[in-house]
């Protein structure tokens, strides 16, 4: 199994500012993702992180809000730009792909931002 | 993408119960998975099925799916305080490509 370590855990931010969230995986994977979850609320795709090569934005999130990086197998970043309270949420990394499943997904714990 | 429902959305049983959540999606899928999360923190995968499968055991949890009615069912047995969590379906695409959530359900087990 893949085991991701994301930070940071949480945030406190201002509005306007930006945070970066990095998501490292042990191990390479095929297929790494982002996803949000507002209060209380299910997961929702923000988009596909494509290794060397643009994210693939789901509907209703767009890159100049969430800037997508993917470098390599293993490492990912997902930035949440001029922040709004709207914004305050947990967003997960996760990954797909690895050497003994192609299905499954795992996920970082987490990092959950508030913005004031 | 749309996500499915999940029913109850909140459930409250007693140690040693046994708890049954159900899972509606949407479109044709490869597999249906589900998932737990504790305290909104990362999702921990528990068991797949296939769409050519109709049950499938895993220790104490049991998850039958049934596609001509669009719809799984997650059983834990014999539950257990720690059992206490949100349990999300989530379905795979025929198209092969990302995974829909369902809304949950959260999981109180009383001891």
């Known amino acids: 199994s893949a085991v991701i370590s994301q930070k940071p855990s949480r945030d406190i931010c201002q509005r306007g500012t930006s945070l970066t969230i990095q998501c490292q995986v042990d191990?390479?994977?095929?297929?790494m993702f982002w996803y949000r979850q507002q209060p209380g609320q299910s997961l929702t795709l923000i988009a596909t992180?494509?290794?060397?090569?643009?994210?693939?934005?789901e509907s209703g999130f767009v890159i100049d809000k969430f800037p997508i990086s993917r470098p390599n197998l293993t490492f990912s970043t997902l930035t949440v730009s001029n922040m709004s309270p709207e914004d305050s949420s947990i967003y997960l990394c996760s990954a797909r792909g690895g050497p003994t499943t192609n299905e499954k997904l795992f996920f970082g714990s987490g990092t959950q931002l508030s913005v004031l | 993408s749309q996500q499915g429902e999940e029913d109850p959305q909140a459930l409250s049983i007693q140690e040693g119960e046994n708890a049954t959540m159900n899972c509606s999606y949407k479109t044709s899928i490869n597999n249906l998975q589900w998932y737990r999360q504790n305290s909104g923190r990362g999702l921990v995968h528990l068991i797949l099925?296939?769409?050519?499968?109709r049950e499938k055991h895993s220790g104490r949890l049991r998850v039958t799916l049934d596609t001509s009615k669009k719809s799984s069912s997650l059983l834990i047995t014999a539950s257990r305080a720690a059992d206490t969590a949100s349990y999300f379906c989530a379905s795979l695409n025929s198209g092969y490509s990302t995974l829909t959530f369902g809304k949950g359900t959260m999981l109180l087990v009383s001891p």
């Open positions: 099925i296939r769409s050519n499968e």
């Open positions: 992180a494509n290794q060397g090569s643009e994210a693939t934005y």
């Open positions: 191990s390479q994977v095929t297929m």
